[in-house]
C-alpha cells in the first residue's frame, strides 16, 4: 500500500497536511499542484483562500489568511492570524456525552498493582524522601544514593528510592494567596500511591514550609521528619537518615503485586514537542487507549490548560454536569488571568519545534492536543496538584510545560504517563514510569532506543489509530504491572519536580 501524499481530516477543511515532503509541482489534486517544496507535516492549501478568509483544519478554524493564498500553496505560521479564543461564559455542556457502552472494550480487565489502604494503587514500590525546602536537596540526593547501594539490596521487593527535592519551601511568600497550589501538591506528591503511605520527610528547621504546612498533626513524627539542623554533624545526620530509611525500607519490603480491576489505576495523558502528525496519529491513538481505560472502570486525566484553551467548548460538550462546566471556565478564567498578568496570550505556548514540525499557532496545537483525551465524558474538572474524587476522565488544570504539568500530574495521583511527542524528548519522571509515543516514523527510527511505541504507521496507512491505540494500551498494562520498563526509566532519564508556583518568590 502505498502512503498518501496527504491527509485532511474534514470534508471542509480547505488545508491539508504533508505525510512527506512534497517536492515543488508535484500533482496533490486533479487540478492543484504543490506550488513550492511542502515540507512534511506542514500544510498545503487544497482550494484558493482570499485574504482574511478562514484557514480549516479538524473542521475548525485554525486562522484567517494575511494576504491571498493560492492552491498548492505552502501555509506557514507567518501566514495565519490567531484567531480569538473561544468565550467562556455559558458554554453549552452535556452536548456531546458518548455513553459507555460506545466506548471500545478493553482487550485486558486487571493489572498488577500495589493496593493502597486508601486512593489509586501504585504502580512501583517506592521509598520516597520529600525536602520540605530547596536548602536540604542534596542532603536528599546524597542520602537516596546510599540508601540504594547500601540498603536496598536487602529489600528486594523496593523498586527505587526517590529524593522528592522541589525548587519551593522558603524565600517564599508562604500566605500569599496562590501559594495554597504549590504547598497542596507536595502535600500529594508526599501521598503518590507508589510511596505505599511511608513518609519520609527531611526538614531543615528554618524553612517557611513547616511540617505543620505540609503534613496533618497525626503524621508529624520522629519516624516521619527528620530536622536536620537539630543533628550533631555530617556523621551523625546520615546515620539518623539511613536508620529512618531502613525502617521505611522494611514496611514498603512487605508490600507485593496483586491481581487489580482497572478502577484501580490512574493514568495521566501528556504530550510535548507536538507536530502536525501528533493530532491525527499518536495523540487519537493514545486517547482510543484512554476511552478503553475509561470504559474499564479506570481514571484517566488529561492537562495542560494552553493546550485545550482553543477546543474549550468541545470540552464543555463533553461535561457531565454545570457544576463540571463551570469548573471548567472558571480554571480556564484564572489561566487568562495569569497570562494576561505576563503580558502574553495562550500562543505564548507554541515552540520553534512545534513551528518547524508544522503547527501554526495554538489553535493548531490546542486541535491535536485535545485528541489524547479521547471520546469520553469529562466527569471532574479539578486544580493544578489537587487530587480527584471521581474515577473516569478527569480533567486536571495545569500548565502545558513539561516538566511542570508531571510533576502536577504526580501530585493528583497518576500511577503511569502516556507522553505523546512529534520532535522527541528524553523526559520522564521517577515517581511514576512515563511511556513514550511519537508520531512518526522518522522519529522512532531515529530515537529507535528512547521511543517506546509509534504512531507514525497511522499516517502512512499501515495501520490503524484502533491497532495502535490497542498497542498503547497492553504496553500502558505492562508498564503498570511491572512487566516492562519504558527506555525513560531504562536509563534513569527524570526530570525534576518542577513545583507549579505561581505566587511570589521573596
Ligand atoms: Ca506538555
Known sequence: MSAPLFIKVKPEDNVAIAVQDIPQRTPVLPDVKARGL???????????????????????????????????????????????????????????????????????????????????????????IMTTVQCVAGVARVAAERIRKELLPKYPNVDGVV??????????????????????????????????GEIMVLGLGCEKLTYERLLPPEDITPENCLTIQDCHGHDEMMNQIMAMAERKLQKLNTRRREPLPLSDLVVGMQCGGSDAFSGLTANPSAGYAADMLVRGGGTVMFSEVTEVRDGVHMLAARC?????????????????????????????????????????????????????????????????????????????????????????????????????????????????????????????????????ISAGQVATGEKTIEEVGTEIFRYMIDVASGVKKPYSDQYGFHNDMCIFNPAPIT
Open 320 to 452: 457531565v454536569s454545570q457544576e463540571v462546566r463551570d469548573r471548567l471556565a472558571a480554571e480556564m478564567k484564572w489561566y487568562d488571568d495569569y497570562l494576561e498578568q505576563g503580558g502574553v496570550d495562550r500562543d505564548a505556548n507554541p515552540t520553534p519545534g512545534n513551528k518547524k514540525g508544522g503547527l501554526a499557532n495554538i489553535v493548531e496545537k490546542a486541535m491535536g492536543s485535545i485528541a489524547k483525551s479521547g471520546t469520553s465524558p469529562i466527569v471532574e474538572v479539578i486544580g493544578p496538584g489537587e487530587r480527584p474524587a471521581k474515577k473516569g476522565l478527569i480533567y486536571a488544570a495545569t500548565p502545558a510545560s513539561d516538566i511542570v504539568c508531571g510533576p502536577s500530574q504526580i501530585a493528583a495521583g497518576i500511577g503511569l504517563q502516556l507522553f505523546m511527542t512529534g520532535r522527541g524528548t528524553p523526559y520522564g519522571l521517577e515517581i511514576a514510569p512515563v511511556v513514550k509515543i511519537c508520531s512518526r516514523n522518522e522519529m522512532k527510527d531515529n530515537w529507535f532506543d528512547m521511543i517506546d
Open 163 to 196: 529524593a522528592i527535592t522541589h525548587p519551593y519551601g522558603c524565600g517564599v511568600a508562604i500566605n500569599a494567596a496562590m501559594a495554597y497550589i504549590p504547598i497542596r501538591s507536595l502535600q500529594n506528591i508526599l501521598r503518590h500511591p507508589n510511596f505505599g
Open 38 to 128: 511542502i515540507p512534511q507535516a506542514h500544510k498545503i492549501a487544497l482550494r484558493a483562500i482570499p485574504k482574511n478568509q478562514p484557514i480549516i483544519r479538524y473542521g475548525v478554524v485554525l486562522g484567517y489568511a494575511k494576504d491571498d493564498i493560492a492552491p498548492g500553496d505552502w501555509i506557514n505560521e507567518h501566514m495565519v492570524i490567531l484567531p480569538e479564543s473561544p468565550a467562556l461564559d455559558h458554554m453549552p455542556y452535556g452536548t456531546n456525552l458518548v455513553s459507555m457502552d460506545k466506548l471500545p472494550d478493553p482487550p485486558i480487565t486487571t493489572w498488577m498493582g500495589y493496593k493502597n489502604a486508601q486512593g489509586p494503587a501504585g504502580t512501583r514500590n517506592l521509598l520516597g
